[in-house]
């Protein structure tokens, strides 16, 4: 099954806002955790929207859903990365609620999407 474009699938859209939100916010983390914390939710949000592209290229619906299934425990990753930096409290500068709510929204729209896939 191959989508026309992946560019045009709004899950795709939403978690490409996702990476740069991420990228924003991890900016404003303590420099020393450029090799830790940042790097590793970094790694993690940019393998949301690539699993989707690439996914999305592929030749039956079950290799994409695989593909939608990494995108999704990366997002899991992700959910609790971010977790572990609230509570490590780097700055009380530090807004979340734009990640926390573009992070849910690409998780229901991937569950959603593994779903109709697997019709």
């Given at each position: 099954?191959?989508?026309?474009?992946?560019?045009?699938?709004v899950?795709?859209?939403?978690?490409?806002?996702l990476?740069?939100?991420?990228?924003?916010?991890?900016?404003?983390?303590?420099?020393?955790?450029?090799y830790?914390?940042?790097?590793?939710?970094?790694?993690?949000?940019?393998?949301?929207?690539?699993?989707?592209?690439?996914?999305?290229?592929?030749?039956?619906?079950?290799?994409?859903r695989?593909?939608l299934?990494?995108?999704?425990?990366s997002?899991?990753?992700?959910?609790?990365?971010?977790?572990i930096?609230?509570r490590?409290?780097?700055?009380?500068?530090?807004?979340f609620?734009?990640v926390?709510?573009?992070?849910?929204?690409?998780?229901?729209?991937?569950?959603?999407?593994?779903?109709?896939?697997?019709k």
């Open positions: 099954m191959n989508v026309e474009s992946y560019e045009n699938l899950v795709w859209q939403k978690s490409m806002d990476v740069i939100a991420i990228y924003t916010l991890t900016g404003k983390f303590p420099k020393e955790e450029v830790g914390l940042t790097s590793q939710m970094r790694r993690a949000v940019v393998s949301i929207p690539s699993n989707i592209a690439e996914g999305s290229r592929r030749s039956s619906r079950k290799d994409f695989n593909f299934f990494n995108a999704y425990g997002g899991a990753e992700l959910e609790t990365q971010i977790e930096a609230k490590l409290k780097f700055s009380k500068d530090l807004d609620s734009k926390d709510k573009l992070l849910d929204e690409v998780m229901r729209m991937l569950n959603k999407f593994t779903y109709e896939l697997n």
